[in-house]
């Protein structure tokens, strides 16, 4: 794995987090995307090398709707930036970890991405990223 790419927050309203975390880092959203298919909202900041990345369900069914449920706002995942999500795939299922997913699938600003299951991982969701080149 190359670095940490983002930090995800799960937040209950995206509107007031995002001004939140604009006067908190002093610099503004670069994207606000959509995806429908994990039924969230996303906005992501850059901070020098690394992002923050905020989560707002958008259902019942989200996984941050159900986290927040849970354990409230907080940090939500860790995600590493890698060259070859297949290749790491492998080498972590070899290691025994369980990947949540079968195949990476498509998340926002454009990453193919797969999370590995927080019990493996001392409690915290890793998300494995690798930008799509177009
Ligand atoms: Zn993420």
Excluded: W
Excluded at 43 to 70: C, H, M, N, P, R
Excluded at 103 to 122: I, M, S, T
């Amino acid at each position: 794995m190359k670095k940490i790419e983002h930090i995800g927050i799960a937040v209950k309203d995206l509107d007031s987090s995002c001004k939140t975390y604009e006067q908190l880092l002093g610099v503004k959203h670069y994207k606000i995307e959509e995806v429908a298919s994990e039924y969230v909202n996303t906005a992501f900041f850059k901070v020098g090398d690394s992002k923050v990345e905020l989560l707002e369900a958008t259902a019942e069914e989200s996984a941050i709707y159900q986290f927040i449920q849970k354990r409230g706002e907080g940090i939500h995942h860790l995600a590493f930036a890698v060259d070859d999500i297949y290749a790491e795939m492998e080498r972590l299922k070899k290691e025994g970890f369980t990947i949540l997913n079968e195949q990476p699938k498509k998340g926002a600003d454009n990453k193919l991405v797969c999370f590995v299951h927080p019990k493996d991982a001392n409690g915290v969701l890793v998300e494995l990223c690798q930008e799509i080149k177009s």
